[in-house]
């Protein structure tokens, strides 16, 4: 009778133990599942308005705000953002039923120069005010669409800008010598001894390099190796054009 009385007491804190716990380790929500058609949107003389189509693919409705940026990069390439009033859409907030599409108009006023210029609109997840939200951890989807305003004449250019090799890593610069974006899809190398032979391979992807900008790159070199290399070919590739170089390595460029 003794152990029976004790395996009750058990279970009965079995349901306060739980409750306890899932009030100081809420449980993960899950984020809205929706699609965006196109992924990018072109302006130009002759287009300057289009639609931006997103389906609300989950089981519940879901809210959504929109905001429009300038979309510039740093000297060390990174992303710049700020508001703009150069890009026109309709509606700012909307809210789509489940399994249901709704409809962006997106236009600007902007005309076409010499230089292309990039935008992104944000498309945000507003979150409900469902009581259950407040003891699950929601996670917030946010998705930029890239807006291009195309040139008047497209001039697709690049180059290798510098290469150099401090402490066993090798820094690329990737320059955008034309007035329209590309988008790096892999930067190889290959690193080569004496002989003549292989000694590493390393592949990096890279993302936009917009017009006139540079972007910098950062590849480890094998520590072993690095002594023994006589030269490294880099091949670029982009969605516009491919670029190579090859880069004579001294020995001093692989000192501690």
């Known amino acids: 009778m003794f152990i029976k009385s004790n395996s009750l007491k058990i279970l009965h804190l079995i349901p306060i133990l739980f409750f306890c ?9 899950f984020s809205a599942d929706f699609s965006i058609n196109p992924i990018k949107i072109f302006f130009d003389s002759l287009n300057k308005t289009n639609i931006l189509a997103i389906n609300n693919e989950s089981d519940e409705d879901l809210t959504l705000h929109l905001k429009a940026y300038t979309w510039e990069h740093n000297s060390k390439g990174k992303d710049i953002y700020a508001p703009t009033k150069d890009i026109i859409f309709f509606p700012k907030i909307v809210t789509i039923k ?3 599409e709704r409809i962006i108009r997106v236009g600007t006023k902007i005309s076409q120069g010499k230089q292309e210029k990039t935008y992104r609109i944000f498309i945000e997840e507003i979150p ?17 669409v890239p807006i291009f305003i195309m040139p008047q004449k497209m001039d697709a250019r690049g180059s290798i800008e510098t290469l150099d090799i401090m402490q066993g890593e090798l820094s690329v610069a990737v320059k955008n010598d034309g007035n329209i974006h590309f988008i790096v899809r892999s930067i190889k190398t290959e690193g080569i001894d004496e002989a003549g032979n292989s000694l590493f391979q390393n592949e990096i992807g890279g993302g936009y ?3 006139s900008n540079s972007k910098n790159f950062t590849i480890k070199i094998p520590e072993d190796n690095c002594p023994k290399l006589k030269s490294i070919n880099i091949d670029i590739s982009t969605d516009r054009l491919s670029m190579s170089k090859k880069i004579d390595i001294d020995k001093e460029m692989c000192a501690p």
């Open 21 to 29: 716990l899932t009030l100081q380790f809420p449980t993960k929500g």
């Open 98 to 100: 489940s399994n249901e």
């Open 128 to 144: 409900g005010s469902s009581p259950t939200e407040t003891t699950a951890v929601k996670i917030i989807m946010k998705v930029g």
């Open 209 to 211: 390099v917009h017009g």
